[in-house]
């Protein structure tokens, strides 16, 4: 027993050495190095943060309002990244250059409000309420061209010049004739109509994006017929056809879609890709499922970026989803 107890009482003073150098140790350490975040940026090393935290949220912050008037969002395609690591003391943080590292990499789209003439963008103006300031105006005025404007959101790269409501009243009002004049065409997009939910042919699609949520769906939206489904995606993703055809569409539509890729497919069928970025296709070009033909974006008649998908038939449009495998 008395052998037992001097061994333990051993082990106990063993321990609380071993315990003490250990303190010693990570306080000669800490005296020395401290505790540090290393920054790396498209895989290099960019700089140290001693709070990885409040970097991360000024680098989300800028991305959700950028800087300057009438930015909506800046898109930045890659975060850095942060790994805790021990280094010397006089090692000098640099969250600032860190941030403007990363950030200036960003693409910057600004919002504005465009008021248009016959789907022709005639200002900008930097909020709803002006815009809508100035349809009301021209039409108290009684002018020529009131029951052709539009009010159009409007995301894009560079920045425009910016109307007060009175200059851009003057500057559209037209004095009213007494003959009248035919609308301009909103361009070679049939309008269509809206089918009920059953399928006229047999025929399946895949999906034209991938890894997104839907936002709207096919139906009745806001008093009005939505025609397609709505895809929520940022600005860049990539955009596929949904089957095999023909290319009959690649441009600028100016009812709404902006920019827009139609895609016969034969017997009547249609698919229709709106609010792109960019066209990565042409008119005449023979596609398969699957193959890249655009780019999302936030272009014509939105309120964000997002891919809108329709499939019509003879020019009826019917709900995607009874397509979609």
């Keep these: ?74 898109q930045i395609d890659e975060m850095p990244t942060y790994k805790l690591c021990f280094l010397k003391r006089g090692v000098e943080t640099n969250d600032d ?7 200036s990499t960003g693409t910057t789209y600004y919002k504005y409000y465009a008021v248009a003439v016959n789907n022709e963008e005639k200002v900008y103006l930097s909020s709803f ?11 108290e005025k009684n002018s020529n061209n009131a029951a052709d404007l539009s009010i159009d959101t409007k995301y894009v790269t560079e920045t425009k010049e910016v109307t007060d409501t ?11 004739v007494t003959t009248s004049s035919a609308k301009k065409s909103a ?14 042919v047999s025929i399946t699609f895949t999906k034209p994006i991938k890894g997104a949520v839907i936002t709207s769906r096919f139906g009745a939206r806001w008093g009005r017929q939505h ?33 827009l890729v139609i895609i016969s497919h034969g017997n009547g069928v249609q698919t229709y890709y709106a609010h ?17 033909i655009a780019k999302s974006g936030a272009t014509g008649h939105v309120t964000g970026p997002h891919l809108h998908f329709e499939i019509r ?13």
């Design 227 to 259: 025609k397609g489904m709505d895809y929520g995606v940022s600005v860049g993703a990539s955009i596929y056809a949904a089957a095999s055809g023909t290319v009959t569409y690649a441009g600028w539509n100016s009812g709404g879609y902006g920019y």
């Design 166 to 176: 009175e200059t851009a009243i003057n500057n559209l009002y037209q004095k009213k």
């Design 129 to 139: 309420d002006d815009a809508e300031k100035v349809v009301n105006g021209l039409k």
């Design 1 to 74: 027993m008395k052998k037992i107890l001097i061994g333990l009482r051993t082990s106990i003073k063993a321990i609380i050495l071993i315990a003490i150098v250990s303190i010693a140790i990570v306080a000669l350490i800490m005296c020395v190095y401290k505790p540090i975040y290393s920054v790396s940026y498209n895989g290099e090393t960019i700089g140290y943060s001693s709070n990885k935290a409040d970097l991360q949220k000024r680098i989300l912050e800028y991305i959700e309002k950028g800087s300057g008037d009438n930015v909506a969002f800046v």
């Design 276 to 292: 792109c970025s960019s066209i990565l296709t042409k008119v005449g070009a023979t596609v398969k499922a699957g193959d890249l």
């Design 313 to 325: 038939i003879n020019d009826v449009a019917y709900n995607p989803e009874l397509y979609l495998k």
């Design 187 to 200: 361009g070679p997009v049939s309008p269509g109509k809206t089918g009920t939910g059953y399928k006229p």
């Design 97 to 103: 250059e860190i941030f403007e590292k990363v950030t």
